[in-house]
């Protein structure tokens, strides 16, 4: 509280406030405990938040580099290529076009799901320590970042009771849908900019519309009740333009910061958050009356400075060089069993193997709620009542969830002949790219609201809903509590990668062809330029390209026939006959990807026969440390 006496009539009226300003400025650090303890329960729901996490991913600890999630070990290898090439940023070797793989052709980065601000954020780390390390500080910070972005949301925005929003928010931050996506996707897990969005929109709703009318009173954030008008009646309030701008100018800048780290979730949080404003407005046709001209302009003016942000970037995704403008991935294949949605993942405590057959793997445990959550969120909606916040929660959810079924409806791994409402979006640019069981993901927080409205109204309340509305929640989510992700120990890279041997037959920036070639299914010798901090390129590997049919998206590049041919050698162990039609073809292929030289390493499957086609290819070989390299 500022004292009400006025300065002296001397003193000037900018000296006035120095000292006072001094005066917090030079005793902030005993200030701090005290605002410490203020919010001593954020920072324990922040800690608790964090020490889960930490559990979780245990297993990739406390040697990243050793240890792998043994789920899904080939998108972590590409997710660790991912980060070593984003840290090349800050030594200025960065671009949307990269080289370090698939040469000579390159590498759309913004095709593919690079991450880069995460990369170029803790570029740092992976330079010191290793891509390896910053994936599972990643991988633990993604799911505790998004629980505490959610919680602060809770408790900021809706003004829930801390205990209400912690509930919420952990289910937002480790329900089973993002602990299955923990399995290598660090563009869906990372979701802690989500409730910013939220929060962005709603501040400019609230900007745009403060309410019929403002009263002194009202500012006051303890009156719980109506305010009294004062002697002079009320005053109406209009638009706040000052929070408009800077809110739409808030919410370009997080848009354009999450395109770099997950397009997929943004696209589904824009889908989900239209489906909640069209059904508000039709709750609340008061306020869409008050208050829809102004949001739009608000949203207008966010939307246009996006564009002026991300027109080059998007432009160089979708028609750049190596882009694509379509999706690769089946809309039939990849969507949800409706069975899924009642089922408990196998990830979570109370789950079994056996329902595992109702998804594609698991990295796509998107809809595996459990019937006893789905049951104790609808009597938790029922309970409160046509809040139009809750009836919006419900229908975006039933949307979102009827999306997520595909263009036809799969029962019990049976597809039947009932057409799923994403068959009217199939085939839209952009939505063609999101994979349909994906589209679940958004039940997370949107029951997650259902349930914090619910608990933090039983805490408020007296009467039996104090504790059977906390318990029944309780219950209902203990099967979800999740186990930490499977790991398992993973090959050494070789010596002559981890030593700096390389660069005895390959300069920074060159091309080293690796025996066998990466594939998409095999990407493991993308963990040589990962160790390697990516200084050099390689051929082919695993990616997203324009290499299907007519120049549309596919999986990896065409393959060059040497690299078929040794592929065959490491899979069957056959010795080829090679002549002179194959030595001039590997020539070709060598000059073709610009390479320095070939290495086989001396713990290769079928080393031998593997060595003995690349001489008759390439000539003698020359041993480094624990490989044989050609220089080509």
Known sequence: MSSAAPPAPDAAADQAVRPANRLSLRHWPARLPAALARRRVDLAVTLSFVALAGWLTQGLWPDPGARVLSLNPEDQALY???????????????????????????????????????????????????????????AAANLAGTATAWYLLYTRTLRARPAAAAVGAALCGFGPGIMSQANSHLHMTAQWLVPVIVWLVVRLLRAVDPGPARYPAATDPAATGPAAPDAAGPSVAGPDRRRVVTSAVGLAAVVSVQVFIGEEVLFLTALTLLVMAVTYAVTDRELARRALSGFAGGMMLATGIALLVLAWPLWFQFAGPQGVADGMFSPHYFSADLRSWWAVSPLSLLGTDSSARLTTGPAEYNTFLGWPLLLVAAACALWLGRRPLVVTCVVATLVMGSLSLGPQVVVDGNRSALPGPYALLAGLPVVDGALPMRFALPALPLIATVLVLAVDRALRSGGRARAWVPAAVGVALLPLFPLP????????????????????????????????????????????????DAEFGMPEGFFIGPYGRNGSAAMGAARRPTAVLLDQVWKRGLQPVVEEEQRRQAARDADFWGASCVVLTVDTRHADGLRGTLERLYGPSTRIADAWIWRV
Request: net charge neutral.
């Open 485 to 532: 992700l499977p790991t398992a120990a993973r090959p050494a890279v070789p010596e002559f990668i981890t030593a700096g041997h390389w660069r005895q037959c390959v300069p920074s920036g060159g091309v080293l062809v690796p025996v066998p070639l990466a594939t998409p299914r095999e990407p493991w010798p993308m963990r040589w330029a990962t160790a390697a």
């Open 80 to 138: 660790e290529w991912f980060l070593a090439v984003d840290s090349r940023a800050l030594l200025g070797d960065f671009g949307l076009l990269t080289d370090r793989l698939n040469a000579p052709d390159g590498v759309n980065m913004m095709t593919n799901t690079t991450v880069i601000a995460l990369g170029v954020l803790l570029s740092p780390v992976t330079l010191l320590l290793g891509a390896p390390v910053t994936f599972a500080l990643l």
